[in-house]
């Protein structure tokens, strides 16, 4: 199998924590991305890193990649009740044709 | 405008019988795709279609049939269901390239008893 592989699986935090999850993965990827579901609903595109960049910031959001360790993490600083959701992270081997999702992390953000 | 939509968004019935499931994305996108969602929220890829042909087909049982009759079209059609097709489906589409976001329909519910 080549899917990422979450960690935590679950994961319950206070509100104004920061939280992180990390992923690791199998085969050479051409970029991975995070997505988050919220209960019911379709998965979200948060943020995308290509394997040649080691590190990406969209607003409350960080992701690391380390391509050596075929890893990476997403941190949400200063989360919010908003935040709890399930976040996947995803990788792309096949140039856009196949894009493969771990099991995910379930994050609860208590208020 | 929902980019890419799904119907029915729930869809209960038998054992044996035949369902469809349809899909539409108004992005552009030349590629799109059916993942199965269990119960323990695990994602799995079941095909991908690009510009109407079939790329990926994930050992996916025959009695899943997707059709796509233009690239803004993903139909799938399950014959013969079973207690275990039970699961929320997702339709996605993406543009292939080094930058391939995703984007989701909301999904579709199925309940086979």
């Known amino acids: 199998s080549q899917q990422g592989e979450e960690d935590p699986q679950a994961l319950s935090i206070q509100e104004g924590e920061n939280a992180t999850m990390n992923c690791s993965y199998k085969?050479?990827?051409?970029?991975l991305q995070w997505y988050r579901q919220n209960s019911g609903r379709g998965l979200v595109h948060l943020i995308l890193?290509?394997?040649?960049?080691r590190e990406k910031h969209s607003g409350r959001l960080r992701v690391t990649l380390d391509t050596s360790k075929k890893s990476s993490s997403l941190l949400i600083t200063a989360s919010r009740a908003a935040d709890t959701a399930s976040y996947f992270c995803?990788?792309?081997?096949?140039?856009?044709?196949?894009?493969?999702f771990g099991a995910g992390t379930r994050l609860f953000v208590k208020a | 405008d929902t980019a890419v939509s799904q119907t029915p968004k729930y869809l209960v019935t038998q054992m044996g019988n035949d369902k469809s499931i349809k899909c539409e994305q108004n992005?552009?996108?030349?590629?799109m795709y059916w993942y199965k969602q269990d119960s323990k929220k695990f994602l799995k890829i079941m095909f991908s279609?690009?510009?109407?042909?079939?790329?990926i087909n994930e050992t996916v049982p025959n009695r899943f049939s997707p059709k796509s009759p233009d690239k803004a079209h993903l139909n799938l059609h399950i014959n013969s269901l079973e207690l275990g097709d039970s699961a929320v489906y997702f339709c996605?589409?993406?543009?292939?390239?080094?930058?391939?976001?995703?984007?989701f329909g909301q999904g579709t519910r199925l309940t086979v008893v």
């Open positions: 995803a990788t792309d081997h096949t140039g856009g044709f196949k894009t493969i």
């Open positions: 279609y690009n510009n109407k042909e079939l790329i």
């Open positions: 992005l552009g996108h030349d590629t």
């Open positions: 085969t050479s990827i051409n970029n």
């Open positions: 996605a589409s993406s543009q292939p390239g080094t930058a391939t976001e995703a984007f």
């Open positions: 890193i290509r394997s040649n960049e």
